[in-house]
T-cell receptor, first 117, second 116 residues
């Protein structure tokens, strides 16, 4: 199984350009997430989709939009890229592991390194 | 206020020694889960261990164990018999609530370096 696949792995943009990060999972997971990782900041949630047809803002949603295209795919769009959006972006998905305590383990993609000049 | 605090930006440990990575959390929800992830230099995020708030015993997974002290709101990761391959960033994370669909909140991480 491929797990969680993110494309592209690397991208360089100029300020003001737009782009979409694609994410697909083949594990029949219900929930999908987009995080960004910056040095010294850990992972911060941008948007998530608890189930197909729903999306919610996370801690740092400004400048981003998302689309849950179907159960497998969850894309992240930067409409007008800014240097502050230079980061490593991780897509993740989860399924329920244990019924009682809700231990949904997140499975992560390999990450997408975005540089905005 | 930070929900997950990892106070050790970096740590060193001798090969074959045990090491404890600290994690404290803040929540008023009685139902929550605590997770540890490893991120090697290659960049992928690897799930290590999980502890639920109602779990009676500390979680263990091979050389990893979680020292869960509920009253102190701490969930420290213990790695026994450190190996060179354990050198990585380690993130503590928490999910609040019972639904299982809420996202994880991550700490800022601890960089562990294992010395031969």
């Amino acid at each position: 199984n491929a797990g969680v696949t993110q494309t592209p792995k690397f991208q360089v943009l100029k300020t003001g350009q737009s782009m979409t990060l694609q994410c697909a999972q083949d594990m029949n997971h219900n929930s999908m997430y987009w995080y960004r990782q910056d040095p010294g900041m850990g992972l911060r949630l941008i948007y998530y989709s608890a189930s197909e047809g729903t999306t919610d803002k996370g801690e740092v949603p400004n400048g981003y939009n998302v689309s849950r295209l179907n159960k497998r795919e969850f894309s992240l769009r930067l409409e007008s890229a800014a240097p502050s959006q230079t980061s490593v972006y991780f897509c993740a998905s989860s399924k329920r592991q244990r019924v009682i305590s809700g231990a949904n383990v997140l499975t992560f993609g390999a990450g997408s390194r975005l540089t905005v000049l | 206020a930070q929900k997950i605090t990892q106070t050790q930006p970096g740590m060193f440990v001798q090969e074959k020694e045990a090491v404890t990575l600290d994690c404290t959390y803040d929540t008023s929800d009685p139902s929550y889960g605590l997770f540890w992830y490893k991120q090697p230099s290659s960049g992928e995020m690897i799930f290590l261990i999980y502890q639920g708030s109602y779990d009676q015993q500390n979680a263990t997974e091979g050389r990893y164990s979680l020292n869960f002290q509920k009253a102190r709101k701490s969930a420290n990761l213990v790695i026994s018999a450190s190996q060179l391959g354990d050198s990585a960033m380690y993130f503590c994370a928490m999910r609040e609530g019972r639904s299982g669909n809420t996202p994880l909140v991550f700490g800022k991480g601890t960089r562990l370096s294992v010395i031969a």
